[in-house]
């Protein structure tokens, strides 16, 4: 059965990069894991601005898809999760009057969202240490990437959601979250001479 990690956190906080080193540490440790890459980064590189929430059905059928071709690995990481694209949802609408349609996107986003969450077997946040820098990518600048923030985290707490919160540098974080899966890797702090 495949363990299913989700790092989650804003835009440009750096969850792809964690991503990145858990993928390469737990394969140096010999283990047998996929990784699948936010979708809404290839979407919006491909397509442009997302300027409607329905456009979030297509984000969570792509991420879906990525994460499903990870169940022949025993770990699969994400930095994204299938039930992100409600929580973008309900962030684009704001506090404004919502159509009708649009009520039903987001009630068809939530169900989504619900019945995915238990798909996951760990789900780490990556708080925001390291400031913003624009990527060319997002559309987003350092005030809403903190409202997203606070969206994904309000999210994970109204649904009492178990997750954990990572802090410190990029291989810090992968400590923690290897500890917590309970794997003993050799990692090399960056400042041993070879």
């Known amino acids: ?28 440790a010999g283990l047998n894991v996929g990784c699948a890459a936010e979708y809404s980064t290839d979407y919006l ?21 990525l994460e499903a071709e990870l169940s022949v690995f025993d770990y699969a990481l994400t930095d994204y999760a299938t039930f992100v694209p409600y929580i973008y949802a309900r962030f684009m609408l704001g506090d404004k009057t919502r159509t009708n349609k649009e009520i039903e996107i987001l009630k068809d986003l939530y169900g989504l969202a619900i019945k ?53 540098s990029t291989k810090e974080r992968a400590k923690q979250v290897l500890d917590i899966l309970n794997i003993k890797a050799e990692l090399k702090d960056d400042t041993e001479s070879k």
């Open 1 to 28: 059965m495949t363990v299913r990690v989700a790092i989650l956190g804003g835009p440009r906080c750096g969850k792809t990069t964690l991503m990145q080193q858990l993928y390469v540490d737990m394969k140096i």
């Open 116 to 168: 995915d969450i238990q798909n996951y077997d760990h789900i780490f946040y990556v708080g925001r240490e390291f400031g913003y820098e624009k990527d060319g990518v997002r559309w987003q600048d350092e005030d809403i990437a903190i409202a997203v923030d606070n969206a994904i985290l309000s999210f994970l707490k109204t649904e009492a959601i178990s997750y954990t919160t990572l802090t410190g």
């Open 45 to 65: 590189r491909e397509k442009g601005m997302i300027e409607t929430i329905s456009e979030q059905y297509g984000i969570y059928l792509g991420q879906f898809k």
